[in-house]
């Protein structure tokens, strides 16, 4: 099926240094969201993305926090600086045009801040 | 406060038998359900989902709507080991907005 890949699958960085998670979404679809796990449980939302820009954010998703894709190439995610408690994994997920909106997710990019 | 709300947080059944896990959402809003599925280490994968009030079966998986209480369920008969993972509902408005996700069941099918 349809797969989006997730680039690290794991980082580690030092507490205020910036970091960079790269999705590769499924080819024709246009919305593409972050997602924040934190130790297996909940799947917290952080934010959107269409044709652009921002559609909606979260309450998580600080001014530290930035997402980006340009030219059509890997959706990403950079946090800079970054704060022991963005430690968590990352799903990026994607959907295609249809409002029936099945979200494809990546395996996750796991962040560990110390 | 949490807009959708998962019930129970774990679940342990044993292998043949019947998992049922609940899910309530507190905006009247929300039109669009999706049931998702993590094994560990992996990402979420669509289940199934559901739009409209009443029963839709897939294989041995059948969701139930009832908008008027905002209430949606998912059955899994003849459980497998395989079938052992976290699942969440996933609520939205219109489908192109934000999909909101309850905490999740953790689901256990004992051989």
């Known amino acids: 099926g349809p797969k989006v890949l997730q680039i690290p699958s794991h980082q580690i960085i030092d507490m205020g240094q910036m970091v960079t998670l790269n999705c590769d979404p499924v080819s024709n679809h246009l919305y593409f969201y972050w997602y924040k796990q934190i130790l297996g449980q909940q799947m917290e939302f952080l934010v ?31 946090i800079q600086p970054t704060a022991l408690e963005d ?24 962040l560990t801040v110390l | 406060q949490q807009k959708v709300q998962q019930s129970p947080e774990s679940l342990s059944v044993p292998e043949g038998g019947m998992a049922s896990l609940n899910c309530t959402s507190s905006d009247r809003n929300f039109q669009y359900f999706w049931w998702y599925r993590q094994h560990s280490g992996e990402g979420p994968k669509a289940l199934m989902s559901i739009f ?10 059948t969701a139930h709507l009832n908008k008027a209480s905002l209430h949606v369920s998912l059955h899994i008969r003849d459980s497998q080991p395989s079938d052992s993972a976290l699942y969440f509902c996933a609520a939205s408005e219109t489908g192109y907005q934000n999909f909101y996700f309850g905490k999740g069941t953790s689901l256990t099918v004992i051989p």
């Open chain 1, 87 to 110: 430690s968590a994994v990352y799903f990026c997920a994607s959907r295609g045009t249809a409002n029936t909106g099945q979200l494809y997710f990546g395996e996750g990019s796991k």
């Open chain 1, 48 to 78: 959107n993305f269409y044709n652009g820009k921002v559609m909606e954010k979260s309450k998580l998703f600080k001014d530290q926090f930035s997402v980006e894709r340009p030219d059509g190439s890997y959706f990403t995610l950079k």
């Open chain 2, 52 to 61: 409209s009030d009443g029963d839709k079966k897939e294989g041995r998986f």
